[in-house]
T-cell receptor
Framework: DAKTTQPPSMDCAEGRAANLPCNHS???????VYWYRQIHSQGPQYIIH???NNETNEMASLIITEDRKSSTLILPHATLRDTAVYYC????????????FGTGTLLAVQP | NAGVTQTPKFQVLKTGQSMTLQCAQD?????MSWYRQDPGMGLRLIHY???????DQGEVPNGYNVSRSTTEDFPLRLLSAAPSQTSVYFC??????????FGSGTRLTVV
């Protein structure tokens, strides 16, 4: 699975959009981009995933660059409850289905 | 639909004791896995299973055993607990391309 690079921390004002970047320059054509978050002391929570096209669901939007070497997770209207560590993971869908976490980005939403 | 249920939520063991961390899911997911998370670090994969009767090692399998006799259950066994195994343990399951569902964790302290 490709390696990802994320900033260790970011701040965002409550009510504003939070844009979390992720670099995955060695991504392969069959690797998906997944985003999870972990609120303090809780289990990780799946947010969204995509292969090539931009994706949107009730939680967030995922923007993947045309060359697929980077992506951005967008929380359109951040709230204090969105304060968490956000993990960007790229992986191939295969029989082993392993999920390898990095250290993620700590997003602090400020009032 | 309870999702992924982990028991116990908290446990204190003495060095050398054995115990089993329980994990059960009611979503008929084929894939299940165990992670550990040490303070300030991301999650590390211990063992995983792609279906009943099939298990394999992750990144940090030493000191842990698993079995998968049913689709629903995936217990993690510590045969002889060591202080280095003090951690928070998360169980997760998934089906197909959907995101993983994580349990709420077991906080284990080995003294």
């Amino acid at each position: 699975d490709a390696k990802t690079t994320q900033p260790p921390s970011m701040d965002c004002a409550e009510g504003r959009a939070a844009n979390l970047p992720c670099n995955h320059s060695t991504i392969s054509g069959n690797e998906y981009v997944y985003w999870y978050r972990q609120i303090h002391s809780q289990g990780p929570q799946y947010i969204i995933h995509g292969l090539k096209n931009n994706e949107t669901n009730e939680m967030a939007s995922l923007i993947i660059t045309e060359d697929r070497k980077s992506s951005t997770l967008i929380l359109p209207h951040a709230t204090l409850r969105d304060t968490a560590v956000y993990y960007c993971i790229v992986r191939v869908e295969g029989a082993t289905n392993k999920l390898i976490f990095g250290t993620g980005t700590l997003l602090a939403v400020q009032p | 639909n309870a999702g992924v249920t982990q028991t116990p939520k908290f446990q204190v063991l003495k060095t050398g004791q054995s115990m089993t961390l329980q994990c059960a899911q009611d979503m008929n997911h084929e894939y299940m896995s165990w992670y550990r998370q040490d303070p300030g670090m991301g999650l590390r994969l211990i063992h995983y299973s792609v279906g009943a009767g099939i298990t394999d090692q992750g990144e940090v399998p030493n000191g842990y055993n698993v079995s998968r006799s049913t689709t629903e259950d995936f217990p993690l066994r510590l045969l002889s607990a060591a202080p280095s195994q003090t951690s928070v343990y998360f169980c997760a399951s998934r089906q197909g391309l959907r995101g993983y569902t994580f349990g709420s964790g077991t906080r284990l302290t080995v003294v």
